[in-house]
Structures are given as structure tokens and as C-alpha cells.
């Protein structure tokens, strides 16, 4: 099978984060298994969803890895001109849902592992699929826990979002967190009373916002990336059920995308700091408080232009041109709790992603198989 037709069995499987990747994970089962390839998988604790790693060739020794996320976002609210979970081809473009991120690498590196299994590998093709990278880079966890009592870890790790095939050294990491804000209700018509959460709240995001004016004034920049400081970011707001109450409650989600040189436990304690001082203006009141919690973290990715990586992959590409990237991936994952030398190169433009009728050119997966089969060459 080629490269496209392994993308239109791929994206026919309606992997939404929300939903289980277990059909899809067992499509790819099934084909390393009738290719004579095991694979391993890691069950999430509701059974709904799993990791798939495999190897190819020897055993005693680390390889290259491939590392890609087989969820994909939602299509609700969109408006798309045909079945966003069947594969259309129209004018050299491949689309669907998940097309290019990240279905298509995916795809390309199945065919790798197909005509793997035809060579004599001196090192190691390897495998990993993961589930819920979307929501937080969440279901490749339990693999990389595993890893980390392997004897023979991965020597080089490619994560394949789309780059249009350019060598990513380096991304953001992320920190989501929850502001709960108490007050303390009362009946509107005597809000003295009362002590209005919500108010809380807004008080805390103009902290948030001053915070993020000073970062964009005199902090740390890198300037390789598009927004090249550190931002920060509420997203979502809830509180208050009826006009005529003082709120008592209100609840904020937070994040910040951090450059390297920005240590998110600093971060975290300036925004506590910040809500201490939101609660010291409310005069003592012994109802007013604010609990920051963390939701979740990934770390950012920082390798080397020069490191040993970037060099490897320049060679399969032919595209010695670094570039650092705005999204997340499980690069940093793998490089900061492992030790892996990590870089990001996929098939495809990531400004396809996540919008209605997502495409991958014919010509980048064509792309992505010829610097696959140049890594081939490479192991065998």
C-alpha cells in the first residue's frame, strides 16, 4: 500500500480526542502483524484508548524513532464542503480531518515499516503512536514512563507534525491551570454583604494582563519564533447563577506558553503571588481566596541548531534550515524526562490544522516517503 491509501483507511476512523483511538490503534496492529511485526500497547485506565510502540530490527540497541498522535480536534461548529472522516482528492490535495496533523506522517512512516521489513536493519526502526497529544501531549505519558527502564533507549526521536519537512529544534512548553475564585453570596439589593467572586476574578486577570504587558515590555525573547516572549492567556471564565446573587464562586482557566529561558515554577509562584495580592485588597475579608491549581504541564523543546539530531535529519531532508515552532509537541517529552535527542519534521503546513476542509499536498506525503526511505537507507 502506498502512502495515501494507508492516510484514507487512517482518517476514516473518527479519532476526536473525546472519543476512543481503539479502532484505529488496532488498524495499525493488524498491519505491522501481517507484516510479522509485534507491537506493544498501553491501555489507558477507562480501556477506551491506547499507545502503540513496535520495533523493527535488532533488539540490543537503540534506533530512530517515529513519534506521531493519532487524535485528532473536533469538527463540530465547522462547516465542511464533503464527510470530513472520508479522504477526497481534488486539485494534488488530500483532505479530511487529521490529514495533515498528523495522520499523514503517520501513514508515511506505516509504508516505512511495510518496506522495513524487506531490509536488514543494522538499527532499529521505531514506532509510537499515542493517544490525546491534542488535549496535552496526555496519552504518551504511560509509554515514556515505561521507557524510562528500558535498557536501550531510542538514539534519535522524529516527532512528524507538519513542518513542511523543516527541522523544528525548539517549541514552547505549556502550563494549564485552574483559578478558583470565593466570595461569599448575598442578595444583590445589598451586595455589601456579600463579597462578589467574580469581581475576584477580573481583578486577578488584570494582574494576569499587566504580567503579560511587562513580559512583552522588558522579558526574555527568542526571537526564532513568531510571538517570541512568553504568553499568557485565560481562556475560559465561569461563574455567577442569577443576576440578583453576589457570586460566590467564579472559576478561571489559565495558561502560560513558556520560553526555555522562563522556568514555569517561577511562572506558577508569580501567579500566586498575584492572587495573594488580589486577596489582600478585599481588607482581610476571611471569605475572600484564590487556589491556583495545575492542570497540566509539557515541557518546551530546546535542542541544539548544532546538535547531532538536526544534522541526521538534514541529511534524510536535504534542508539544513532550523526553525522553531508555536505548538506543543511530545519532542520535549521525550527529550527532557528521556534524554532523547529530539526534533520536530512532518508532511504538510500546520496552517491546515484544525481548520474545515484540512488538506496535505500529494507532494509532501510524496516528500515525507523519500526522506523515510532515506533514513532506510540510513539504518539498514
Known amino acids: 500500500m502506498n502512502s495515501a491509501q494507508i492516510l484514507e483507511r487512517l482518517t476514516a476512523f473518527p479519532t ?47 534506533g530512530i524513532l517515529l513519534s506521531g498522535h493519532t487524535d485528532v480536534v473536533p469538527v463540530d461548529g465547522q462547516t465542511w464542503t464533503a464527510d470530513p472522516f472520508r479522504l477526497r482528492e481534488r486539485s494534488g490535495r488530500l483532505f479530511a480531518r487529521g490529514a495533515a496533523d498528523m495522520k499523514g506522517f503517520i501513514a508515511c512512516a506505516l509504508r516505512a515499516a511495510d518496506l522495513a521489513r524487506q531490509r536488514h536493519l543494522q538499527i532499529p526502526l521505531q514506532l509510537a503512536f499515542s493517544y490525546d497529544e491534542e488535549v496535552g501531549c496526555l496519552g504518551i505519558r504511560s509509554l515514556i514512563d515505561d521507557m524510562a527502564d528500558w535498557t536501550h ?5 522524529i516527532v512528524g507534525e507538519p513542518t513542511m519537512l523543516r527541522t523544528a529544534v525548539g517549541h514552547k512548553g505549556k502550563t494549564a491551570l485552574k483559578a478558583h475564585c470565593h466570595g461569599r453570596a448575598a442578595h444583590s439589593a445589598r451586595p455589601a454583604a ?39 492567556h ?15 464562586a467564579c472559576e478561571l482557566e489559565v495558561e502560560f506558553r513558556n520560553l526555555a529561558a522562563d522556568a514555569p515554577e517561577e511562572l506558577i509562584a508569580a501567579l500566586r ?27 518546551g523543546l530546546d535542542t541544539l541548531p548544532d546538535a547531532e539530531v538536526v544534522a541526521f535529519v538534514a541529511t534524510l531532508t536535504g534542508n539544513r534550515e532550523c526553525i522553531k515552532v508555536g505548538f506543543g509537541t511530545e519532542g ?19 496552517e491546515q490544522a484544525h481548520k474545515p476542509d484540512e488538506y496535505i499536498a500529494v507532494d509532501e506525503l510524496a516528500r515525507c516517503d523519500s526522506m523515510l526511505d532515506a533514513l532506510l537507507e540510513r539504518l539498514a
Open 194 to 232: 456579600g463579597l462578589n467572586a467574580i469581581h475576584l476574578a477580573t481583578d486577578f486577570i488584570g494582574r494576569i494582563r499587566a504580567r503579560q504587558a511587562e513580559i512583552e515590555r522588558s522579558g526574555r525573547r527568542d526571537e526564532s519564533y513568531e510571538v517570541p516572549y512568553t504568553t499568557l
Open 234 to 248: 485565560v481562556g475560559v471564565i465561569r461563574g455567577g447563577s442569577a443576576l440578583n446573587i453576589v457570586p460566590d
Open 153 to 157: 533507549l531510542p538514539k534519535f526521536c
Open 332 to 350: 520535549g517529552l521525550f527529550s527532557g524526562s528521556l534524554g532523547i535527542p529530539s526534533i520536530v519534521c512532518g508532511p504538510g503546513s500546520i
Open 16 to 62: 476526536v480526542s473525546r472519543d476512543s483511538n481503539l479502532d484505529l490503534i488496532e488498524y495499525v496492529r493488524d498491519f505491522l502483524a501481517a507484516r510479522g511485526v509485534e507491537s506493544r500497547l498501553y491501555v489507558d485506565a477507562s480501556g477506551r484508548k491506547a499507545n502503540l510502540y513496535a520495533s523493527i530490527g535488532p533488539t540490543d540497541r537503540g
Open 273 to 299: 503571588a498575584d492572587a495573594a495580592a488580589v486577596v489582600a485588597a478585599s481588607n482581610g475579608d476571611p471569605d475572600a481566596h484564590i487556589e491556583l491549581q495545575v492542570e497540566n504541564a509539557y515541557p
